[in-house]
C-alpha cells in the first residue's frame, strides 16, 4: 500500500485537506495592494535618486578624466567598496563574542585571506571557555 505523500510542513497532503476557495481572493487582493504600495514608493525613490546618481556619474567621469584610471575599473572598485561596507555592517550587527567566532569562521574559509580583519583574526584564538559561553 502506498504512503500519503506529506507536504513540507509534515502534515497532509494538500489534496487532502479542506481548502476553502472563496477565502483565498481576499488575501491576494490584500497582498496586490501591498504590493502596489511598495511598487509606488520604490517608484518615487528611484526618482527622488536620479539626481543623485547623475552626480554620481559626473564625478565617476571627473576621477576617469583626472587620474585615467578606466570607467570600468573605477565602476568595480566601488562596487567592491559598496560590497564591503555591507559585510562590515553585517558582521557588526553581531555582539562581542560572536564577531570573534565569526572571524574565526571567516579565517577558517579563507573569507578574510590578505585583509587586515584576517590578519586580526590570525592573532586572535579563541578560549575553551569562550567556546562554550558563545552557544
Do not use: W, Y
Not at 497532509?12 to 476553502?20: G, M, P, Q, S, W
Not at 488575501?27 to 518615487?44: A, H, P, T, Y
Not at 543623485?52 to 559626473?58: F, G, P, S, Y
Not at 563574542?97 to 579563507?110: T, W
Request: proline share 3%; hydrophobic share 35%; net charge negative.
Amino acid at each position: 500500500m502506498a504512503k500519503k505523500a506529506k507536504g513540507a510542513d509534515g502534515k497532509k497532503a494538500d489534496a487532502d485537506r479542506h481548502i476553502d476557495m472563496q477565502l483565498a481572493p481576499e488575501f491576494f487582493e490584500r497582498i496586490d495592494n501591498l504590493q502596489g504600495d511598495i511598487d509606488n514608493i520604490m517608484s518615487e525613490a528611484k526618482t527622488d535618486c536620479q539626481p543623485l546618481r547623475k552626480d554620481i556619474a559626473d564625478i565617476k567621469k571627473e576621477a576617469h578624466n583626472a587620474t585615467g584610471i578606466p570607467m570600468e575599473v573605477i565602476n568595480s572598485k566601488i562596487a567592491e567598496r559598496r560590497a564591503r561596507q555591507r559585510a562590515d555592517a553585517i558582521r557588526n550587527n553581531l555582539k562581542g563574542d560572536f564577531q570573534d567566532i565569526f572571524d574565526q569562521l571567516s579565517l577558517k574559509l579563507g573569507d578574510l585571506n590578505g585583509t587586515p580583519l584576517g590578519e586580526s583574526a590570525k592573532t586572535r584564538e579563541l578560549t575553551e571557555e569562550e567556546r562554550r559561553t558563545a552557544h
